[in-house]
């Protein structure tokens, strides 16, 4: 299987809405023209049959000799009207591709600037979240270090080395700070899930 039997459909056919709005600027310039020639040939052909009437009505032309000029100048306007009619119909379907085409456009550029955020957001958050594991290692580290002190200071005591007073204020001292850290470790957890979450998305 080759690596592009796998892609969708829409991966296949994709094309750059900035090149469709390119191949459609191309095709309007030349159509718009072509249209605003139409549009002064019908009217040099509308200015024309009103002389031909003008003559008419003055006796330079016979009755004959205007159905016949008439008749000529009346069929060439319907070709040319078809053809306006058909080069507006294409106008049209060009501005709804290139609406289309901008509107892709505004949306591509509105999910580019949302992955940008979101990469942002996870290169801080990667950030954040290794200095908040250094401080949640270290709150450890001090744990370890208030529990070493609590069992020195319970040899002392089976010693004799400490009065009872010292060794209950030692404790209580230690026991405060062990819930210090309690409270400092739940929310350096709770914050390293949150910016996981960010990391992960």
């Given at each position: 299987?080759?690596?592009?039997?796998?892609?969708?459909?829409?991966?296949?056919?994709?094309?750059?809405?900035?090149?469709?709005?390119?191949?459609?600027?191309?095709?309007?310039?030349?159509?718009?023209?072509?249209?605003?020639?139409?549009?002064?040939?019908?009217?040099?052909?509308?200015?024309?049959?009103?002389?031909?009437?003008?003559?008419?009505?003055?006796?330079?032309?016979?009755?004959?000799?205007?159905?016949?000029?008439?008749?000529?100048?009346?069929?060439?306007s319907t070709q040319m009207i078809q053809v306006k009619?058909?080069?507006?119909?294409?106008?049209?379907?060009?501005?709804?591709?290139?609406?289309?085409?901008?509107?892709?456009?505004?949306?591509?550029?509105?999910?580019?600037?949302?992955?940008?955020?979101?990469?942002?957001?996870?290169?801080?958050?990667?950030?954040?979240?290794?200095?908040?594991?250094?401080?949640?290692?270290?709150?450890?580290?001090?744990?370890?270090?208030?529990?070493?002190?609590?069992?020195?200071?319970?040899?002392?005591?089976?010693?004799?080395?400490?009065?009872?007073?010292?060794?209950?204020?030692?404790?209580?001292?230690?026991?405060?700070?062990?819930?210090?850290?309690?409270?400092?470790?739940?929310?350096?957890?709770?914050?390293?899930?949150?910016?996981?979450?960010?990391?992960?998305?």
């Amino acid at each position: 299987m080759s690596h592009r039997e796998g892609a969708s459909s829409e991966d296949t056919f994709f094309v750059d809405p900035k090149e469709v709005l390119s191949q459609y600027s191309v095709e309007w310039v030349s159509l718009k023209k072509s249209y605003d020639e139409l549009k002064t040939q019908l009217s040099d052909i509308q200015k024309e049959l009103n002389n031909l009437d003008k003559k008419l009505a003055s006796g330079s032309l016979t009755e004959s000799e205007h159905i016949v000029l008439y008749r000529e100048k009346w069929a060439v306007s319907t070709q040319m009207i078809q053809v306006k009619r058909e080069v507006e119909a294409r106008l049209f379907e060009i501005q709804r591709e290139i609406r289309a085409a901008n509107n892709q456009l505004k949306q591509m550029e509105i999910e580019k600037q949302r992955r940008q955020r979101m990469e942002e957001e996870r290169s801080h958050a990667m950030i954040e979240w290794m200095s908040l594991k250094q401080g949640f290692d270290l709150t450890e580290a001090r744990r370890a270090e208030i529990n070493a002190e609590s069992d020195k200071m319970e040899r002392e005591r089976r010693d004799g080395k400490i009065s009872e007073v010292d060794y209950r204020k030692g404790r209580i001292e230690q026991i405060r700070q062990l819930a210090e850290l309690r409270t400092v470790e739940s929310d350096i957890k709770r914050r390293l899930a949150e910016l996981l979450e960010i990391i992960r998305s």
